[in-house]
T-cell receptor, first 110, second 115 residues
Framework: SQKIEQNSEALNIQEGKTATLTCNYTNYSPAYLQWYRQDPGRGPVFLLLIRENEKEKRKERLKVTFDTTLKQSLFHITASQPADSATYLCALDNFNKFYFGSGTKLNVKP | GAGVSQSPSNKVTEKGKDVELRCDPISGHTALYWYRQSLGQGLEFLIYFQGNSAPDKSGLPSDRFSAERTGGSVSTLTIQRTQQEDSAVYLC?????????????FGSGTRLTVV
């Protein structure tokens, strides 16, 4: 069956460092992969989309990679700030809808 | 409107009662999605609409769940004879169909508690 896996353990890093979050999937061949940020009590907020034919996408301090051979996406936040603390979700398209991972909580300590 | 609006924000209901959850998407967004998020879990897909039709209802957990969308705008998710396992946050999102570059815009959700 199809699976999307994100590290359920929180990632704790120091302010100014680069945070790297991982999204692995099995039994999918997504054409698109998205990353979202979710704060407590709020709905997810769209950050970035990357296509299967794109290896890397950047937006300000964010960078996403997409390796269709490894079936993995990496999400990087450079020069992290305490305000980046949130849960980050990856989402893969499947016939006109996206399936979401359970997310990884990021804690950036000052 | 400026964003996706969901109501009520919180709903406590007794087991066995019916509930209706409402979603008002961004004006002009053709696609509308319902997801469910249990505590500490990811988003579970329920159903999506393209216009007023629902091409994919595969995520609805049982026949107690139904949804409709009228006028290509507001959608209602109805849960009949609620059970305790229905307790979760129900999230609605909208998008321009086929415009994946802009992602989904989510509402803040309805927190449903079945007691």
């Amino acid at each position: 069956s199809q699976k999307i896996e994100q590290n359920s353990e929180a990632l704790n890093i120091q302010e100014g460092k680069t945070a790297t979050l991982t999204c692995n999937y099995t039994n999918y061949s997504p054409a698109y992969l998205q990353w979202y940020r979710q704060d407590p009590g709020r709905g997810p907020v769209f950050l970035l989309l990357i296509r299967e034919n794109e290896k890397e996408k950047r937006k300000e301090r964010l960078k996403v990679t997409f390796d269709t051979t490894l079936k993995q996406s990496l999400f990087h936040i450079t020069a992290s700030q305490p305000a980046d603390s949130a849960t980050y979700l990856c989402a893969l398209d499947n016939f006109n809808k996206f399936y979401f991972g359970s997310g990884t909580k990021l804690n950036v300590k000052p | 409107g400026a964003g996706v609006s969901q109501s009520p924000s919180n709903k406590v209901t007794e087991k066995g009662k019916d509930v209706e959850l409402r979603c008002d998407p961004i004006s002009g967004h053709t696609a509308l999605y319902w997801y469910r998020q249990s505590l500490g879990q990811g988003l579970e897909f329920l159903i999506y609409f393209q216009g007023n039709s629902a091409p994919d209802k595969s995520g609805l957990p049982s026949d107690r769940f139904s949804a409709e969308r009228t006028g290509g705008s507001v959608s209602t998710l109805t849960i009949q004879r609620t059970q305790q396992e229905d307790s979760a946050v129900y999230l609605c999102a909208s998008s321009l169909m086929g415009q994946n570059d802009y992602g989904y815009t989510f509402g803040s959700g309805t927190r449903l508690t079945v007691v």
